[in-house]
């Protein structure tokens, strides 16, 4: 309807009506025994007896099926004074049914047309199910693999957030013209604002301290690209950001995110964080939380009694309040026109088909950004496996399927195609023999209670750890190569995953010492939900290929990757570090006063370790390829311009193996001096390129104020003259081809 009408049913509602479209429950609130749920899960959330009307609720968390959404909405609309139909929101992250590659892994693709694809899978099958809102794509900046949430972020880069940010939205919203939310698709949100990912020791929910510089020019911009592609919503974070928590930051969500970034949707808390306002130390009473809360203008009041139990009391204490319940439920109501649910709440769940969800052609896509966002980390020529061979597939990760990350709650294990599937399935072609054998589980038995409601999700072994290792190694020994895959369980990362040891586990370990024995081929494939130490362990195999968690055809993927049908072009989007003592740890560091130097590497005073290198084991933009790429012809169209003018840079890519393969070109700059220090190097721009054997292509860049330009201390975006260094690479630590510009 016009938005005219919104007024008009605004002015109609009473105060209480229009803070109900603020409150988001669960769905036990809405079963179809209401005497029980004033005594239950309403007591239990601390609604004040009495006050609260249920059927006055804005909003619903995580009903994921199409029955439930019909019955409830229906018999919410029957009870609904006003007819305002409820919203449906869920956490899809990176799929439905159909479930793709972790985000840490997409990212690795740097295939962001691809990406884009999948999130429209994504809303596409939402849309089917009935749900209009995902909390998707989460953009947090991270630099520590301590943390648990690395998993589900695009990384440590901001090109490759901002990137990843603008693909989800448009897959998952469409071209938002003229505000409404297209058919096949749904409103996303994008979280958690602001930079989560930055937690104190890589713990879960720990503060965050950062300068402006960190916020402006490396944390914000991914959240700011969702709200410049017309994202729906945005999610407040859990955590403090320099003392103050983001659901009450006046400054963080009035005058940065509404006025700065010009973000006029929903602002939902995250799961209750308005009431832990309190545990943060912030405010003493709830009533506090509501009004710090309602002032940094939070919209929505996910899965508490707060502004149930309060905001009426503060808006008839105070106009002001009431004036900001009436933009905040006019934002809600506004989100429910653009998705055209005053003229059909059910917006088509009836006449749609549900034919797409896990089609075989949502399968494949998930299959192709698998197969893109696997990195080949080593390979000593085992790579790809020949034919006529014995392999013993080997490892927790051989045959598991519960391989699909912490955030794939909707997802179905049972759909996963498993590694061991995928090599099965291409035995006669490659005339294998494939022997298989658990050798070692995820954790101890003594471990699993550390996993809190997670603990029954532990299968334990009929075996003992000895009885796994013997018979892993017996199946093995008759073999030409074994295969073995091992890593963490989706248990380890995700939400409150956080460690603080990031080794392989001393079980996985020992079983690869004791294959080590046997003088086999060893490829090693790792499923994770973040970077592992893996320092320990790399000279002990001939190849490592590092699937992170690859979805529903993750197998499939492998397996195409194995045999040589695909060659492997991902890139590292977050940094291995080669220690936990090296964390935080990213590419696009600040270099010191005295920066080591190469010519004296011992020196004792200069910016190093004294018991390792400062290098990562595997850096930003490392990924190896079957097939080899020689750079060459490095150019420069002049080396001085003004701010106003441009120059273009170029490289020539030659593919000089023998195997078709993808590169990513990289393009990065370092402002040799600024006001405030810039990085030693920052990716500006990147092209992914695929060439045939012997083929060369130029690669071009064009290099602007836009790429050489950062954000000052008052927050403005400038560009410094002086001198800069432009470098073309293959990936973060290679510095083959630099050139000098100097801006005048
Ligand atoms: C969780 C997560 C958030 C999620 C929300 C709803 O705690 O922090 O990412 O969307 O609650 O489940």
């Given at each position: 309807m016009e938005r005219i009408e919104i007024e008009k049913l605004l002015h109609k509602m009473t105060l209480k009506e229009k803070i109900g479209q603020l409150v988001q429950l669960t769905g036990d609130f809405f079963?179809?025994?209401?005497?029980i749920i004033e005594t239950g899960p309403m007591k239990k959330l601390g609604?004040?007896?009495?006050?609260?009307?249920?059927?006055?609720?804005?909003s619903i968390l995580n009903i994921v099926n199409t029955s439930e959404i019909k019955d409830i909405q229906r018999n919410y609309l029957e009870k609904n004074k006003n007819k305002i139909p409820l919203l449906f929101m869920a956490d899809v992250i990176y799929g439905y049914k159909t479930i793709f590659p972790i985000p840490l892994a997409q990212t690795c693709s740097w295939n962001f047309e691809m990406i884009e694809s999948s999130a429209a899978i994504l809303a596409k099958e939402c849309y089917e199910t009935g749900l209009?809102?995902?909390?998707?794509?989460?953009v947090d900046i991270v630099r520590?693999?301590?943390?648990?949430?690395v998993m589900e972020s695009p990384g440590e880069d901001t090109l490759l957030a901002k990137k990843y940010s603008e693909s989800m939205v448009k897959g998952i919203q469409g071209e938002v013209s003229e505000d409404v939310i297209p058919e096949h698709k749904i409103a996303s949100c994008v979280k958690h604002?602001?930079?989560?990912?930055?937690p104190r020791a890589g713990i879960e929910y720990g503060a965050v301290e950062l300068s402006n510089d960190s916020l402006n020019n490396y944390y914000l911009p991914g959240y700011r690209s969702a709200i410049d592609a017309g994202v729906k919503m945005v999610m407040t974070a859990f955590n403090t950001l320099n003392g103050v928590p983001c659901t009450g930051n006046q400054w963080l969500n009035?005058?940065?995110?509404?006025?700065?970034?010009g973000f006029s949707g929903v602002l939902i808390a995250d799961y209750a964080a308005i009431e832990e306002l309190k545990s943060h130390g912030y405010t003493e009473t709830d009533i506090q939380s509501a009004l710090k809360a309602i002032e940094s203008t939070v919209d929505i009041d996910m899965k508490t009694s707060v502004y149930a139990n309060h905001l009426a009391m503060l808006a008839q204490k105070n106009p002001v309040i009431e004036q900001l319940i009436n933009q905040a439920t006019t934002r809600v109501l506004q989100l429910k026109n653009d998705l055209g649910l005053f003229e059909d709440?059910?917006?088509n769940i009836e006449t749609t088909?549900?034919?797409?969800?896990?089609s075989a052609e949502h399968r494949q896509t998930s299959q192709k950004l698998a197969e893109e966002s696997i990195?080949?980390?080593?390979?000593?020529?085992?790579?790809p496996l020949k034919q006529d061979q014995a392999l013993s597939v080997v490892g927790?990760?051989?045959?598991?399927?519960?391989?699909?990350?912490?955030?794939?709650?909707?997802?179905?294990?049972?759909e996963t195609i498993t590694l061991k599937e995928g090599l099965v399935e291409k035995k006669d072609k490659m005339n294998w023999t494939i022997n298989s054998s658990l050798?070692?589980?995820?954790?101890?038995?003594?471990?699993?209670?550390?996993?809190?409601?997670?603990?029954?999700?532990f299968e334990k072994p009929h075996l003992s750890d000895e009885e796994l290792l013997s018979d892993a190694i017996e199946k093995s020994?008759?073999?030409?190569t074994i295969i073995l895959a091992m890593g963490e369980?989706?248990?380890?990362?995700?939400?409150?995953?956080?460690?603080?040891s990031l080794s392989l586990h001393p079980n996985q370990l020992r079983l690869l010492k004791n294959l080590k024995k046997l003088n086999k081929k060893i490829v090693l494939i790792l499923f994770s939900g973040r970077p592992l130490i893996l320092e320990e362990i790399v000279?002990?195999?001939d190849a490592i290929l590092?699937?992170?968690?690859?979805?529903?055809?993750g197998g499939m993927a492998l397996a195409n990757i194995l045999t040589g049908e695909v060659n492997p072009s991902a890139k590292l989007s977050m940094t291995f570090p080669r220690?936990?003592?090296?964390?935080?740890?990213?590419?696009n560091i600040n270099t010191t006063?005295?920066?080591?130097d190469k010519g004296n590497?011992?020196?004792?005073?200069?910016?190093?370790y004294i018991d390792a290198?400062?290098?990562?084991?595997y850096s930003f933009g490392y990924g190896l390829s079957y097939t080899n790429f020689t750079y060459s012809e490095f150019r420069i169209s002049k080396n001085r311009m003004s701010e106003e003018e441009s120059v273009v840079v170029s490289i020539q890519v030659e593919n000089s193996g023998s195997l078709k393969g993808k590169e990513v070109v990289q393009l990065y700059i370092n402002d040799v001096s600024s006001s405030i220090v810039r990085p030693v190097r920052e990716l500006k721009d990147f092209v992914k390129i695929e060439l045939a054997p012997g083929e060369k292509r130029t690669i071009a860049f064009v290099i602007d104020k836009e790429k050489l330009g950062y954000y000052n201390e008052i927050d403005n975006f400038v560009i410094e003259k002086g001198l800069f260094e432009i470098i073309i690479a293959?990936?973060?630590?290679?510095?083959?081809f630099v050139e000098k510009l100097y801006v005048e």
């Open positions: 079963n179809d025994q209401p005497e609604f004040l007896e009495g006050q609260y009307d249920i059927y006055n609720t804005g209009h809102v995902t909390f998707s794509p989460m520590d693999p301590r943390w648990g949430r604002f602001a930079a989560y990912g930055a009035q005058t940065v995110l509404r006025e700065k970034f709440p059910y917006r088909r549900k034919s797409s969800i896990l990195v080949l980390l080593k390979n000593n020529g085992v790579l927790p990760y051989g045959d598991e399927k519960n391989a699909l990350g912490f955030w794939a709650i909707t997802g179905d294990i049972e050798g070692a589980t995820f954790l101890d038995e003594s471990e699993y209670q550390l996993f809190g409601k997670y603990e029954r999700m020994k008759h073999s030409d369980s989706v248990y380890q990362s995700g939400e409150a995953g956080s460690r603080t000279d002990d195999v590092y699937a992170w968690y690859p979805g529903n055809n220690s936990v003592g090296q964390i935080p740890i990213h590419y006063g005295r920066a080591i590497p011992y020196h004792r005073f200069s910016s190093r290198p400062n290098e990562p084991l293959k990936d973060s630590q290679d510095d083959r």
